[in-house]
Structure formats: structure tokens, C-alpha cells
């Protein structure tokens, strides 16, 4: 079972309707103790960073999500939850990630819409033997800051300059796009990414139907 | 490069697409988007309270991107939409207080999650007036950029040469510029060209993919 990590104002509705309708099923944890014991955890979010890594210090979420991802435990961050998941973030220079993925989070720009509201195409740097490929498909994009891309970046989209769209380090990934919004192309790569990471939908399956 | 984006209207009136052919709105939203649609613009002009269960609905049945239009009273009604699974909420022209009732959404949701509607008028001595708020309408978005507005929604009338100009001097702006689609497919065009991001639509009579095949000749790249 999929554990989203419930981060005080974010709606966790789509993420939710995403994963009912590729046959996955799902559970809401404010705290660790409310979550799955065994299965993928999702850290999914928008909005300001230092609100939600304070919900994630007062939750108790903060300590044990490193834990966690050290035992093995798949943990997946998305948009905001990738960058909470990096080293740093240009958005708080005085905090720190939780550093399970290499990297920091830097502001887009100078010189482009900020916010970073719409689609773009992405583009493959390495493939991964386990994740599925993004070559040139259309993600929905919306933040305001992205991870540098390195050397291990998976793949790229450009909003003025590169920034990273997939990593993945161990068992934990990381994706800027927001792939429940993202049309029939995002719910099969979420279906994918979840199934790489040990998660097997049910029977109902109906991924990539609408 | 971005995609152009193409974005159904939906009017909803006491949690019923209104209009000749009613029905929940999570039905007809996700039909746009089988349809190509590249987000849903959700306009409720009703009270908050029945709000927050269909928008609920519409989330969790919908794989693109949704924003709310809505004449929120307070921070707690704007707040029970993004909540409940509205990716982004709309501060409609003339709303009371619009500038506080941004700064604390921005504060809150962050740039991403909240925007305002422009409607901007050409006066008789050819100057762009945001109606009702009767300002100067470049200086009225440039402020709302300030305090940290993440898109303008914006109407301009009428639609013609100087529109496209107007639309042109906002994309200068940082936002994103969601134009309400002008009549003929040539105005819908140059708003494009000019600089806005999207096309608010309301025309049942096309689908999305119908919108972009017509626009697409015009040089314009759209999502497949």
C-alpha cells in the first residue's frame, strides 16, 4: 500500500484519484504512525518550503523519513517533495534537506514566468534500468524553484535554464513534474515509477484507459 | 518551450455545470480532457459552502491541472478550495479586499496556487482601465505581480489590434497570462502570438483538440 504524507494545507485528492485509477490503493499518514507498513511513501506537495518542513519536524515525519529510506523503504518525492528531499534549497538558505538526494534546489530564472505553470517537454539524459523513459513526452509543471541537474539526473526539462525533472538515488526518487496532472503520459509513468519501486497495482487496474 | 495551453470554461452553478446540458462537473471536466484540454477553468459564482464536496470530486476524477474562479468572501473559502483539490484559485475583477486576501494566499500557497482576474476596458481616450477597480490596468497587474500573483486572467475589450498590444506589454510581466478567448480564430491567434501562455475557452461547440488544430496553423506549438 502507497503512504502519502499528509502536509497540513496540501489536497492530496488527485494523487489519491491517480493511484485508485491505476488500481493502487492508498492511505493518508499525518504522522509515521499512521503509516503503511511496508510500500512506497509519498512526499507530494506545492507551495512554501519552510511551512512543510515543519510540518514534517512537528509530525515526527523529518527524522524517521531518513530512516526509513536507509532500511530500504522506497520514498518518493514529488515537485515539492523533491526538493525537501535534496541537500538544500536556495528557498531557505539557512535549513537544510533531508539530503537523500544529491543536489540543491535552486530559484528559476532570471527572465522567465515565475511561477512555472504548464507543460513541457522532457528529455531523457540516462537511462536507468528500472524506471521508464520520458522521451519527449508533455509534463504539467508548477513551482517556482527546481533541482540543479547532475550527473545522475535522469531527465531534464528547460525553464529558461535545465533543471531536473527524475532522480533517483537508491530507493529514493525524486520528480519535479507533477505526474498526476499530467494527463494519460503522467499516470503511466507514475504506474511505472511505482511498480519500480516494488508497488504492484490490483486487478482493477486501468492505466493509461482515459 | 512551454506548450500553449488551451483551457476550457466550465460555469457551475450550485455544484451543476450550468447551461443546457447540466451535469456534475467532474463528468463534463473529464471529458474536456479526453478531449485535449490542457487544464479545467472551473467559475462558480455561488455561495462556498456546497463548494468544497465537487471540487473534491473533480480532483480525484481528473488527471490534469484545475483552477477555481470564485467570489471568495474570505481567506477561509479561498482556503477550502485549495484544499479540497483546486490546483489554483482565481480572484475574480472587483472582488473587495483583493490585494490583502492575495499577499496572505501567496503566503500561504505560495506564487503557484493563486491568481487574479484582470477585466481590462479601452477608455474613449485609449487607455487600458481595469473595470470595476478603475485603475490603470498595466499599473493595476504590475502590482498585482509585486504581491506575488502567479497569473492573470485576463479580459480585454475590445478585442483587436490594441488588445494584442495590451497583451503583449503584460507578458513582459513575470506571470503567467491566461487570455479570455476573443472571438474569431485570428484574435484567438495573435493573443497567443503576443505573448499570453493560454486560452480561456468557452465555446462548447469545438473540442480542445479542435482549438488546437485551428490555432496550429498559425505557428503556435500545443501539447499532443
Given at each position: 500500500m502507497i503512504t502519502l504524507i499528509h502536509l497540513g494545507h496540501e489536497s492530496l485528492s488527485t494523487l489519491e484519484g491517480a493511484a485508485r485509477r491505476l488500481g493502487f490503493e492508498s492511505c493518508r499518514a499525518a504522522r509515521p504512525d499512521q503509516a503503511a507498513p511496508a510500500g512506497p511513501i509519498i512526499l507530494a506537495g506545492a507551495g512554501p518550503l519552510d511551512p512543510a518542513c515543519a510540518q514534517l519536524k512537528g509530525s515526527g515525519w523529518w527524522s524517521e523519513l531518513p530512516q526509513l529510506a536507509a532500511g530500504g523503504r522506497p520514498v518518493l518525492g514529488i515537485n515539492l517533495g523533491l526538493h525537501i528531499l535534496a541537500e538544500g534549497s536556495e528557498e531557505s538558505p539557512r535549513g537544510t534537506g533531508l539530503g537523500l538526494i544529491p543536489g540543491i534546489v535552486r530559484r528559476l530564472g532570471?527572465?522567465?514566468?515565475?511561477?512555472?505553470?504548464g507543460w513541457s517537454p522532457v528529455r531523457q539524459r540516462r537511462v536507468h534500468p528500472l524506471f521508464p523513459e520520458i522521451r519527449g513526452g508533455w509534463l504539467f509543471f508548477a513551482h517556482s524553484h527546481a533541482l540543479e541537474p547532475g550527473s545522475e539526473t535522469l531527465s531534464i526539462a528547460v525553464h529558461g535554464r535545465p533543471f531536473s525533472v527524475m532522480e533517483c538515488r537508491g530507493r529514493a526518487v525524486g520528480i519535479q513534474a507533477h505526474l498526476e496532472k499530467s494527463g494519460w503520459l503522467g499516470l503511466s509513468l507514475l504506474e511505472k515509477t511505482l511498480a519500480a519501486l516494488g508497488e504492484q497495482p490490483g486487478p482493477a487496474s486501468s492505466a493509461g484507459s482515459n | 518551450m512551454d506548450a500553449k495551453r488551451i483551457i476550457p470554461v466550465l460555469h457551475v452553478s450550485a455544484g451543476q455545470v450550468a447551461g443546457p446540458d447540466p451535469g456534475p462537473p467532474s463528468a463534463r471536466a473529464c471529458q474536456l480532457e479526453l478531449e485535449g484540454a490542457d487544464g479545467i477553468l472551473l467559475r462558480d459564482a455561488g455561495p462556498a459552502g456546497p463548494r468544497a464536496e465537487w471540487l473534491r470530486e473533480v480532483a480525484g476524477s481528473l488527471s490534469i491541472p484545475f483552477v477555481l474562479e470564485a467570489p471568495f468572501r474570505d481567506f477561509a473559502e479561498l482556503e477550502e478550495a485549495l484544499e479540497a483539490g483546486a490546483d489554483k484559485v482565481i480572484l475574480p475583477a472587483g472582488l473587495d479586499a483583493v490585494e490583502p486576501l492575495l499577499a496572505a494566499a501567496v503566503r500561504t500557497f505560495g506564487r503557484s496556487r493563486v491568481g487574479v482576474a484582470v477585466n481590462a476596458v479601452l477608455s474613449a481616450d485609449s487607455h487600458w482601465l481595469a473595470e470595476p477597480e478603475g485603475r490603470g490596468a498595466l499599473a493595476w497587474m504590475a502590482g498585482l505581480e509585486q504581491l506575488g500573483c502567479g497569473e492573470i486572467l485576463l479580459r480585454a475589450t475590445p478585442a483587436g489590434p490594441e488588445s494584442a498590444a495590451l497583451i503583449q506589454q503584460t507578458a513582459q510581466l513575470s506571470l503567467s497570462v491566461l487570455a479570455l478567448c476573443p472571438e474569431g480564430d485570428a484574435l484567438a491567434a495573435e493573443a497567443l502570438l503576443h505573448g499570453a501562455d493560454g486560452l480561456a475557452v468557452a465555446d462548447p461547440a469545438r473540442t480542445p483538440r479542435q482549438w488546437k488544430q485551428a490555432l496550429g496553423t498559425h505557428g503556435l506549438t500545443f501539447r499532443d
Amino acid at each position: 500500500m502507497i503512504t502519502l504524507i499528509h502536509l497540513g494545507h496540501e489536497s492530496l485528492s488527485t494523487l489519491e484519484g491517480a493511484a485508485r485509477r491505476l488500481g493502487f490503493e492508498s492511505c493518508r499518514a499525518a504522522r509515521p504512525d499512521q503509516a503503511a507498513p511496508a510500500g512506497p511513501i509519498i512526499l507530494a506537495g506545492a507551495g512554501p518550503l519552510d511551512p512543510a518542513c515543519a510540518q514534517l519536524k512537528g509530525s515526527g515525519w523529518w527524522s524517521e523519513l531518513p530512516q526509513l529510506a536507509a532500511g530500504g523503504r522506497p520514498v518518493l518525492g514529488i515537485n515539492l517533495g523533491l526538493h525537501i528531499l535534496a541537500e538544500g534549497s536556495e528557498e531557505s538558505p539557512r535549513g537544510t534537506g533531508l539530503g537523500l538526494i544529491p543536489g540543491i534546489v535552486r530559484r528559476l530564472g532570471p527572465g522567465v514566468k515565475d511561477p512555472h505553470w504548464g507543460w513541457s517537454p522532457v528529455r531523457q539524459r540516462r537511462v536507468h534500468p528500472l524506471f521508464p523513459e520520458i522521451r519527449g513526452g508533455w509534463l504539467f509543471f508548477a513551482h517556482s524553484h527546481a533541482l540543479e541537474p547532475g550527473s545522475e539526473t535522469l531527465s531534464i526539462a528547460v525553464h529558461g535554464r535545465p533543471f531536473s525533472v527524475m532522480e533517483c538515488r537508491g530507493r529514493a526518487v525524486g520528480i519535479q513534474a507533477h505526474l498526476e496532472k499530467s494527463g494519460w503520459l503522467g499516470l503511466s509513468l507514475l504506474e511505472k515509477t511505482l511498480a519500480a519501486l516494488g508497488e504492484q497495482p490490483g486487478p482493477a487496474s486501468s492505466a493509461g484507459s482515459n | 518551450m512551454d506548450a500553449k495551453r488551451i483551457i476550457p470554461v466550465l460555469h457551475v452553478s450550485a455544484g451543476q455545470v450550468a447551461g443546457p446540458d447540466p451535469g456534475p462537473p467532474s463528468a463534463r471536466a473529464c471529458q474536456l480532457e479526453l478531449e485535449g484540454a490542457d487544464g479545467i477553468l472551473l467559475r462558480d459564482a455561488g455561495p462556498a459552502g456546497p463548494r468544497a464536496e465537487w471540487l473534491r470530486e473533480v480532483a480525484g476524477s481528473l488527471s490534469i491541472p484545475f483552477v477555481l474562479e470564485a467570489p471568495f468572501r474570505d481567506f477561509a473559502e479561498l482556503e477550502e478550495a485549495l484544499e479540497a483539490g483546486a490546483d489554483k484559485v482565481i480572484l475574480p475583477a472587483g472582488l473587495d479586499a483583493v490585494e490583502p486576501l492575495l499577499a496572505a494566499a501567496v503566503r500561504t500557497f505560495g506564487r503557484s496556487r493563486v491568481g487574479v482576474a484582470v477585466n481590462a476596458v479601452l477608455s474613449a481616450d485609449s487607455h487600458w482601465l481595469a473595470e470595476p477597480e478603475g485603475r490603470g490596468a498595466l499599473a493595476w497587474m504590475a502590482g498585482l505581480e509585486q504581491l506575488g500573483c502567479g497569473e492573470i486572467l485576463l479580459r480585454a475589450t475590445p478585442a483587436g489590434p490594441e488588445s494584442a498590444a495590451l497583451i503583449q506589454q503584460t507578458a513582459q510581466l513575470s506571470l503567467s497570462v491566461l487570455a479570455l478567448c476573443p472571438e474569431g480564430d485570428a484574435l484567438a491567434a495573435e493573443a497567443l502570438l503576443h505573448g499570453a501562455d493560454g486560452l480561456a475557452v468557452a465555446d462548447p461547440a469545438r473540442t480542445p483538440r479542435q482549438w488546437k488544430q485551428a490555432l496550429g496553423t498559425h505557428g503556435l506549438t500545443f501539447r499532443d
